[in-house]
């Protein structure tokens, strides 16, 4: 294929970083909630149930993308440093605002799993960090870096 069929094929950049973000949102709210939840649960204070959320959206975010590379029959540290590469950024700066976010909403870190408190604050501040994270996937990506690194095992 040519270069000129290819850009005509290329998709558009900010639809790939969209896709790279929420791919990465994906990841961190599994972590993110689990460990709110978790922490929650058990009446943790902030720093410990902020620190268990922050543990496992890593975990989690970094498994999302090492499990396809290591399908594709690429080993774990090789795939490991294909995931640190892509999507550390993102994932540091989701995390930081998701918690953030959580420690600002008045009572949304104290408020028990079965209110809206809860689930609403939680929810906002997941879309609030997926919206700061998108111009760093965007940038990563328009240099052939950050998830742009991974399209190939997808």
């Not at 950049?13 to 649960?41: F, K, P, Q």
């Not at 590469?85 to 028990?112: C, H, K, Q, R």
């Amino acid at each position: 294929m040519n270069d000129h069929a290819y850009q005509h094929h290329k998709p558009p950049l900010n639809r790939t970083a969209w896709l790279a973000t929420i791919h990465c949102l994906s990841g961190c709210a599994i972590g993110e909630i689990a460990g709110m939840v978790i922490g929650t649960a058990l009446g943790w204070n902030n720093t410990a149930t902020i620190g268990l959320a922050v543990a496992l959206a890593f975990l989690s975010g970094y498994l999302l993308t090492v499990l396809p590379i290591v399908r594709s029959g690429y080993r774990f540290p090789t795939a490991m440093k294909i995931a640190l590469a892509a999507d550390t950024a993102s994932i540091t700066i989701m995390e930081t605002v998701d918690n953030l976010i959580m420690l600002a909403i008045p009572g949304a870190m104290d408020a028990s799993l079965d209110t809206l408190l809860f689930w609403g604050s939680l929810a906002a501040a997941l879309a609030l960090a997926a919206i700061a994270a998108f111009p760093i996937n965007r940038w990563l990506i328009a240099r052939g870096r950050g998830h742009t690194l991974t399209h190939a095992f997808h």
